[in-house]
């Protein structure tokens, strides 16, 4: 008999715990559809890796440009180099995710299927890892993104945290430090450079193009032709 009240009490606090959360994440998320995010759980675990491996010339550089101020051919860019189905899917892509799968069955490594959306959730609000909890928490952040946000500002948060070089996040900044220019004036080449970087940015470098880089920015340009240019997600809102 003294079991019951236990389990009962027991329930009740797992499900005002995760009621708790679930307000707590999802306000949080509301908020940011309106307010520029000061910074990303990813900046600030390199932050944190730099101080406590002594790396003491790092600098992170990141500040916010919104989108009215990118030139349209960044954010085409991204879409193109990283998820073409941005504007019509709701968070992921199953398709490139069954893809993947087929290809590791059949003895290739295991390659990543994320969309833009799973990133900017991974970004903004988790750690980096390829652990089965961080991938739960990912999918569970991408579908309160994708019900509460527009994919417009899916994207325009993507563009201004994802890293684009070791310590540098974001189009505003990328596009000053490599090529000193605002990214309002970024160009199409250019701009396909930038997402050219994406898949390993500490690596790959836009400033000093790898022949990798140069084919995979070339690579991207053709397929931003392809999509119809800035107006294939022009009129997202």
């Known amino acids: 008999m003294l079991r019951r009240p236990f389990f009962r009490r027991l329930l009740r606090w797992v499900a005002f715990a995760a009621l708790a959360w679930l307000a707590l994440t999802w306000l949080a998320v509301l908020v940011l559809r309106f307010v ?49 189905k941005f504007p019509y899917h709701h968070g992921f892509d199953f398709d490139s995710i069954h893809e993947a799968i087929d290809a590791a069955d059949d003895g290739a490594r295991l390659r990543g299927a994320s969309t833009i959306s799973q990133q900017t959730a991974k970004n903004l609000f988790l750690w980096n890892g390829r652990s089965f909890v961080r991938k739960g928490l ?41 090529f000193h220019e605002p990214p309002s004036r970024l160009t199409p080449a250019q701009a396909a450079r930038l997402a050219a970087v994406l898949p390993s940015p500490r690596r790959m470098h ?23 240019g800035p107006s294939y997600i022009g009129d997202r809102r």
Do not use: C
């Open 206 to 228: 836009a400033d000093r193009p790898s022949a990798y880089v140069l084919r995979r920015a070339d690579w991207i340009e053709r397929q931003m032709r392809q999509l119809g």
């Open 138 to 178: 990912e999918a569970y952040f991408t579908v309160l993104l994708e019900l509460t946000w527009p994919k417009r500002r899916i994207l325009e948060v993507y563009m201004n945290i994802a890293e684009l070089g070791d310590g540098i996040y974001g189009v505003g900044a990328a596009s000053e430090i490599y």
């Open 36 to 84: 520029p995010p000061v910074t990303s759980a990813v900046m600030l675990e390199r932050h944190i890796g730099a101080w406590v491996h002594g790396e003491r010339d790092f600098h992170l550089r990141q500040h916010w440009v919104p989108w009215s101020q990118v030139s349209p051919w960044a954010p085409l860019a991204m879409v193109a180099g990283e998820d073409q």
